[in-house]
């Protein structure tokens, strides 16, 4: 990690309202999630046979939006959505990402290899048409030409540059290793690459780092704490212009431009009356 200077501070105890809480909201989405991945089979289905995607991706918008509700989380959405393909590049704050964004945009995540085996996220993962990149340098050239053929093929794909998650509070450097599939002589005057800024606004007297999951903070123990204190938080997902990837000479400017605009999107949303979420 860059800034190990920042550590979590322990865990808070859950108390029995919390243990309450816990349980009715894994009973109530355990039950959602099976029936709503009934209707996913059903809308893949029917996708093959008359083509599309909009059913299926329909109902993992809706999957996510139980699932940041159940969280305890209001989502806010500032700025447009672009309507063209290419790719969104947020910062990583937290597991709870996933639901946020697949509520608030049209993507398929790009994440790290070991996600798909991660217990209920790595099966949602996979279902929801995540496409899994090792971290080894010798896959990265057949990795850019699965992410040129996603892209080609018309999705929007999603990824975090920072390459971990950070406890919110700020954007680490934006590596640029994925961005050169936007570079290639096929896509590089096609490709639009979209910033997006996450912000957390914790539960009131709260750690202002109380959604951030970072480090060696272990994913189990921090899920109990969301689903057991998360009450009365939000998060605010702000869209900033696209950038296309012509005009920009190197992959590396492309990650600094990037990185650059969710910074600064991260440091006015925060500074947005924070103090009274806190």
């Not at 859950?14 to 109530?28: A, E, P």
């Not at 990402?97 to 697949?102: K, Q, R, T, Y």
């Not at 999705?155 to 509070?169: H, I, N, Q, V």
Request: glycine letters at 10%; charged letters at 20%; aromatic letters at 10%.
């Amino acid at each position: 990690m860059i800034w190990t200077e920042v550590e979590p501070e322990p865990a808070p105890k859950l108390g029995i309202i919390g243990w309450l809480r816990l349980i009715v909201r894994l009973l109530i989405y355990s039950i959602l999630t099976l029936e709503l991945f009934i209707l996913w089979a059903l809308a893949m289905l029917l996708e093959r046979l008359i083509g599309g995607q909009k059913a299926s991706g329909a109902v993992v918008r809706l999957w996510a939006r139980v699932g940041h509700t159940l969280l305890g989380l209001r989502l806010e959405i500032e700025g447009e959505e672009m309507t063209h393909g290419g790719a969104l590049v947020a910062n990583h704050s937290s597991w709870t990402d996933i639901f946020v964004l697949h509520s608030a945009a049209h993507i398929h995540f790009v994440s790290k290899s070991e996600v798909a085996s991660w217990p209920v996220i790595g099966f949602l993962a996979r279902v929801t048409g995540t496409l899994f990149i090792e971290r080894n340098p010798r896959e990265a050239k057949r990795q850019q030409v699965q992410l040129a053929e996603r892209i080609e093929g018309g999705d929007k794909l999603c990824f975090f540059p920072e390459g971990t998650s950070s406890d919110g509070l700020r954007v680490l450097p934006f590596k640029s290793t994925l961005f050169s599939a936007f570079h290639t002589e096929a896509l590089r005057e096609l490709v639009w690459v979209q910033p997006v800024t996450v912000t957390y606004y914790p539960p009131r007297g709260k750690d202002k780092r109380f959604y951030g999951w970072w480090g060696d903070m272990d994913f189990g123990a921090h899920a109990m704490v969301i689903l057991g204190l998360s009450q009365g938080g939000r998060v605010r997902v702000t869209y900033h212009p696209p950038l296309k990837a012509e005009d920009y000479v190197h992959r590396k400017d492309l990650a600094r431009a990037a990185g650059e605009a969710v910074r600064a999107g991260l440091h006015r949303t925060l500074g947005e009356k924070y103090e009274e979420t806190v």
